[in-house]
Each structure stands twice: as C-alpha cells, then as structure tokens.
T-cell receptor, first 115, second 114 residues
C-alpha cells in the first residue's frame, strides 16, 4: 500500500535527551513536511523539504533539526534545546510545493512525551 | 506573516442539526484546503477550492470560497455521529513574505450528540 509511515507511534524521553522521529513515504512525492499539533493550536509547521538535500525552516523550527538524504525519508530530531517538546508530531507529503502544493497526505503521527 | 483564523473553536450539536465552520485569512489565498481529523487519528484531505466564489459539495458537506479569496466555510447538513472530529482549513498564500506557504487554521472540534 502507498502511504506515509511514522515511527515510533509513542515515545517517552527524559529531559536533556535528543530523539529522532522517523518518516518514510512510498508515494514518490517531492515535498515533505513536519507539523506539531498541540490542543487548540492547530498544526504548526516545523520544517519542510521540497526536494532531496534541501529543506527550509517553518514557523517553529527552533530546537528541531531534519535531514533529507533520500526522497523517501525525512526524519525529525527533537533536540534538548526544544523547551516544550511534549506534543503530537505529524509528517506529511505532497505532490507539489509552493503554489503547486496539492493535497497533503499525513502519517499516523508520533506522540512524544517528555518525563 | 499570514494568519488563518478559524471559528468556532468548539461546536456541540444534536444529531440532525446543521454545522458550519468559518475560516478567515489575513492575506489573499491562492487556494484553500479542508481536512478532517477523527479523534485519535490524523488529518485527512477533504477538498481543495481554487476559484473565487467557488462552491463544492460532497454529499452533506458544502464548501465555499469567498469572492475575495480570503475566507471560506464548511457547512454540514443534518450532522451524524460519524461527522465527529476536528475540521481544519489550510490556506495557500498567494503573495508577500508567505508566498506559496500553506497555513492551517486552529481547527473546529465538532461533537455530535445522538
């Protein structure tokens, strides 16, 4: 089946630790995105990538890092510099980017809890 | 930067009542998308509106895009318990510093009482 796979689904982390969330897609989409979801705040863009080996900061990039070494993969690292990392993280992909951005396909999400 | 405001934040209805959520952008949009997120799930694309004044229907759902391409609405007729979830709009900015950027509204959480 084509789609987006995020792992792990649930993750617990101690303060001061970095953690990496995986996102893999087999839709052959060029653009990939990471969003953070908190109650009452909708979806906020962390990072996005329109092509392999290139990515851009979104609205809340501080304390996060990404890489895009392969078209299929866009992992997100939540670093110890992120002051409030407990949240639901969603990865998405789309066929186009910029003004050609089409439908976003979302993964099932990763719920990170910092203890 | 671009802001997309969505109201109401919460809506509780009795099954069979209608429901409407509204989305307003601070800037002109190239297009607007709507998504539904079931409780515990992930957002799923519903529709995209592109043209000024466009109206699209999907069974009991009616989507509108304003003439100025700065606002949109989603109306559900005769809600059912399966309509429960959070409805998000997402506007694609047509110009300025947020050119080509997709910004999500805060979402409207719909509860349907049987």
């Amino acid at each position: 089946d084509g789609g987006i796979t995020q792992s792990p689904k649930y993750l617990f982390r101690k303060e001061g630790q970095n953690v990496t969330l995986s996102c893999e897609q087999n839709l052959n989409h060029d653009a990939m995105y990471w969003y953070r979801q908190d109650p009452g705040q909708g979806l906020r863009l962390i990072y996005y990538s329109q092509i392999v080996n290139d990515f851009q900061k979104g609205d809340i990039a501080e304390g996060y890092s990404v890489s895009r070494e392969k078209k299929e993969s866009f992992p997100l690292t939540v670093t110890s510099a992120q002051k409030n990392p407990t949240a639901f993280y969603l990865c998405a992909s789309s066929t186009g980017a910029g003004l050609n951005t089409g439908e976003l396909f979302f993964g099932e999400g990763s719920r990170l809890t910092v203890l | 930067g671009q802001q997309v405001m969505q109201i109401p934040q919460y809506q509780h209805v009795q099954e069979g009542e209608d429901f409407t959520t509204y989305c307003n952008s601070s800037t002109t949009l190239s297009n607007i998308q709507w998504y539904k997120q079931r409780p515990g799930g992930h957002p799923v694309f519903l529709i995209q509106l592109v043209k000024s004044g466009e109206v699209k229907k999907q069974k009991r759902l009616t989507f509108q895009f304003g003439e100025a391409k700065k606002n949109s609405s989603l109306h559900i007729t005769a809600t059912q318990t399966t309509d429960v979830g959070t409805y998000f709009c997402a506007g694609l900015n047509a110009g300025g510093t947020s050119y080509g950027k997709l910004t999500f509204g805060q979402g409207t959480i719909l509860t349907v009482h049987p």
